[in-house]
């Protein structure tokens, strides 16, 4: 075996555990890098290596990147770089500490002679500078490394993220070059901002506005940061937001007229002065009184849902002043300022109604109420939101599941009386006292039976009226009091939900997801969500047109959702394809083609043909040299031929070649 010369004042010899294909350092697997998330699954602690090394094996993970049974020496000031006779390799930092492992980065090169620390995570070494981040090693690039020295003077903060180094030539951050040494650089009073030629850079960009333009700021040497992401340049207050949240895009923007002398930081998203308050995307609210951010107290519960502690703290998006409420810088319609208050979770009531985060609630404020009881023998936890009235969301419609799932907290509450829970609890005494005979029940389909009351899947369900009780097709039932979802998604434990309190005799239905209640018109797009209201959809004039379009005398629909750039007067609708003059929609979104009105054909409802030119499946195009377009016909819904061939549809992709033998064949197993 060949080995690279190793000087023994850096390096150390290194005896590694191995197992199979896995090195252990320590104790500690060494896991590879390009899978360096996966070994969390394999729950490490209190295992022995071996037991790891068998459980890795078996999952297929990848093996320790180090080539086994060699010798392996480490750096002895940089612990975190191994070397064995073919490469170099990075421990990176926190993973061992985070999850009991280590990520090992095989590294592109190999590091020359004797390695400096230089500080702030710089490095050197006879030919080459380095900055070791958390994920990489960054080689740097056009850099006299021995001149490379930490730029002065620096603040006191300065850490590895936010150093500048300097040699002589280039101005360097985390390894990359930021700028010139002859600019003039300023440090600002925090670590991620500075001013460069008299313009402030976040890292390595200037602050921009929205649309990427640079931010004007009138005096940036006096640019500092005030807190989290307000910050001032002694005239303006600036800005720093983002659009999205998973991937953010960040921008800058400016507050001029804001009174500096009472400006205060409330937190990351709010802050206000003497007159107005000021939300993160660029909201700004006149306040009436006091302006504060809304104090929360979430209660901790036990196992029945008593309250035994609270935890205070101030809430991120909620503030009050002393007349109205704000939620991410709107105001909250209807909402009283000096009552609301925090019930625990995301729910909250002022002196007339409940709401869960900014939205009102139809309860009984003055009996409503929030807790959450754990269950003996279970890993989960019920959450319990409701009023006198029920559950929230059950809308009166209750059976024993609801019953058994607040017995707890209802018995370890004795002083409240007179709720849904204590009503269902007399009438089942009531029933057992009298020893009626049970009348038999009738199954009417879809899991419902019907006799003393409307039962679903053996519960009775409290709530839905016998009498009038029918099914609406697959999804959805009612009776007098409304239109009810059926739960097809919890039938052990779910009851009809309500969407509409209109009696069950108004209900019609236009296709399988258009319906209406005699007043209001519903779109049911997905079958175990409510169907919703179509807002403006005229009841007189709408009709179905198919394959989920729809229109009134106001609008054309697809899928409930009305397409402006389509006029009811001048649309033609086709299938899956809806069209006027000048635009071509496919399953509601506009198909790039150029035509002409009078050369469009559907010859299948998934396909549209124009002329002789094109053909589309869906939205995707078809080889017109294929296909002889000028004799194609469709034989049934799944076959079609032209002059030369015979082809099956498969519902997706388009049209396969098949032979008149097995298009023969194929048609009589579809008549069978």
């Not at 003077?153 to 930021?178: E, M």
């Not at 017995?407 to 004795?414: C, G, L, R, T, V």
């Not at 829970?421 to 020893?435: C, G, K, S, V």
């Amino acid at each position: 075996m060949t080995t690279p010369e190793v000087d023994a004042a850096q390096w150390e010899s290194l005896d590694l555990e191995w197992h199979g294909d896995f090195a252990f350092m320590d104790g500690a697997l060494l896991g590879d890098d390009s899978a360096r998330e996966a070994y969390i699954m394999l729950a490490l602690a209190g295992k022995l290596p071996s037991e790891i090394a068998q459980e890795a094996s078996s999952w297929r993970f990848p093996s320790s990147p180090l080539h086994a049974r060699q010798v392996v020496w480490r750096h002895r000031t940089h612990p975190g770089l191994l070397r064995d006779s073919q490469r170099d390799y990075y421990l990176l930092p926190h993973y061992l500490a985070r999850y009991g492992y280590h990520a090992v980065q095989a590294l592109p090169f190999r590091f020359n002679g004797t390695l400096e620390d230089l500080g702030y995570h710089y490095w050197r070494d006879q030919s080459c500078a380095y900055w070791f981040g958390d994920y990489s090693v960054t080689v740097m690039v056009d850099v006299k490394h021995q001149a490379l020295a930490l730029l002065g003077p620096a603040p006191a903060f300065v850490s590895a993220d936010c150093a500048l180094f300097s040699d002589g030539v280039n101005v360097f951050l985390s390894g990359k070059v930021t700028a010139s040494a002859h600019d003039r650089i300023r440090y600002t009073n925090h670590p991620d901002y500075r001013v460069i030629n008299g313009q402030v850079y976040r890292g390595y960009k200037r602050l921009h506005q929205k649309d990427g333009t640079p931010l004007p700021i009138a005096h940036p040497d006096g640019f500092r940061m005030l807190a989290q992401r307000w910050g001032t340049d002694g005239e303006s207050i600036i800005v720093q937001a983002q659009q999205g949240s998973s991937i953010a895009y960040e921008y800058f923007y400016r507050i001029d007229h804001a009174d500096l002398a009472t400006f205060t930081v409330l937190n990351e998203r709010y802050a206000k002065d003497g007159q107005r308050a000021y939300y993160l995307t660029g909201k700004s609210m006149r306040y009436v009184g006091d302006f504060q951010l809304l104090k929360c107290r979430q209660p901790e519960f036990d196992e029945a849902g008593r309250v035994v502690s609270a935890r205070e703290f101030q809430h991120e998006y909620i503030a009050v002043d002393d007349q109205f409420v704000y939620a991410a810088g709107t105001r909250v319609r209807g909402a009283h300022g000096p009552s609301f208050q925090h019930l625990g979770f995301d729910y909250y009531r002022d002196h007339q109604r409940a709401y869960y985060r900014n939205k009102p609630l139809h309860v009984d404020v003055d009996s409503f109420l929030v807790a959450l009881v754990h269950h003996a023998g279970a890993d989960y936890s019920s959450r319990l939101v409701g009023d006198r009235n029920g559950p929230l969301g059950s809308d009166g419609v209750l059976d024993k599941t609801m019953q058994q799932r607040w017995a707890p907290f209802f018995e370890a509450h004795p002083q409240l009386t007179d709720y849904w829970w204590h009503r269902l609890q007399a009438q089942d005494e009531a029933q057992a006292a009298q020893q009626e005979e049970i009348p038999a029940r009738r199954v009417i389909g879809s899991g419902f039976e019907l006799g003393r009351q409307v039962y679903f899947h053996g519960r009775p369900i409290t709530g839905l009226d016998v009498a009038s009780f029918k099914l609406l097709g697959e999804h959805l039932c009612g009776d007098v009091n409304g239109l009810y979802l059926i739960p097809y998604h919890a039938v052990d434990r779910a009851v009809p939900e309500r969407f509409s309190t209109e009696s069950v005799e108004h209900f019609s239905a236009f296709d399988s997801i258009y319906l209406s209640d005699g007043k209001k018109v519903y779109c049911h797009r997905i079958f175990y969500h409510c169907p919703e209201p179509i807002s403006k959809a005229d009841l007189a004039t709408f009709v179905s047109c198919g394959y989920d379009w729809a229109k009134d005398s106001r609008a054309v629909y697809y899928r409930g959702q009305a397409k402006k750039s389509l006029a009811p007067e001048n649309t033609r609708i086709l299938g899956i394809y809806a069209f006027n003059s000048t635009l071509m929609m496919s399953d509601g979104k506009p198909l790039a083609v150029e035509f002409s009105p009078e050369e469009v054909s559907v010859p299948h409802p998934h396909f549209l043909q124009l002329g002789t030119r094109k053909l589309f499946c869906g939205r995707s195009p078809l080889s017109a040299k294929r296909i002889d377009l000028a004799t194609l016909a469709f034989l049934d819904d799944r076959h079609a031929r032209d002059k030369h061939r015979f082809y099956r549809y498969d519902g997706h992709a388009g049209l396969t070649e098949v032979s008149e033998e097995d298009y023969r064949g194929l048609a009589k197993q579809s008549v069978s």
